[in-house]
């Protein structure tokens, strides 16, 4: 309860009058890892904690108040937390597999400001998503 992202959750949901219940800090602590997440693996991590109702409500709720991002992947989706609370990257997604490799690389930022600057248009958040077929599945 003491770490600064629950610290930040809490400011988050008080701040839109909503308060930290402890399936919140459950799901929230699920997503908290490297790998994007899927519903059904949520559900299963959760080790019968959770049931699929109250995810999914606590999942729309994180959802309009940007505490996660909703990353699609052809016709299913993951999940994993904001830029607010993870640092700021890009998916490469396997559309064999469906695992999502993570990449950054300051030369997208800078090219996407450009952009942006060129336009007038004041950058709030972006989100770039590259699909194709991982190592493992080319090797297949
Ligand atoms: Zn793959
Ligand atoms: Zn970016």
Redesign the pocket.
């Known amino acids: 309860m003491d770490s600064p992202k629950l610290a930040l959750l809490k400011q988050t949901l008080a701040d839109n009058d909503a308060s930290l219940t402890k399936p919140r800090i459950m799901v929230f602590e699920l997503l908290d890892r490297p790998e994007p997440q899927t519903l059904s693996s949520l559900v299963r991590a959760s080790k019968g904690h959770l049931d699929r109702a109250s995810l999914y409500r606590t999942i729309n709720l994180f959802e309009d108040l940007g505490i996660i991002n909703r990353i699609n992947t052809g016709f299913k989706y993951k999940l994993e937390l904001s830029d607010r609370f993870n640092r700021h990257h890009h998916h490469l997604t ?1 559309i ?2 469906g ?1 999502i490799i993570n990449t950054e690389d300051s030369q997208f930022e800078d090219l996407i400001m450009k952009q942006a600057d060129r336009h007038h248009f004041v950058l709030r958040d972006h989100q770039l998503e590259i699909q194709g ?2 190592q ?2 080319t090797q297949a």
């Open positions: 396997c064999s597999c695992r077929i991982c493992n599945c």
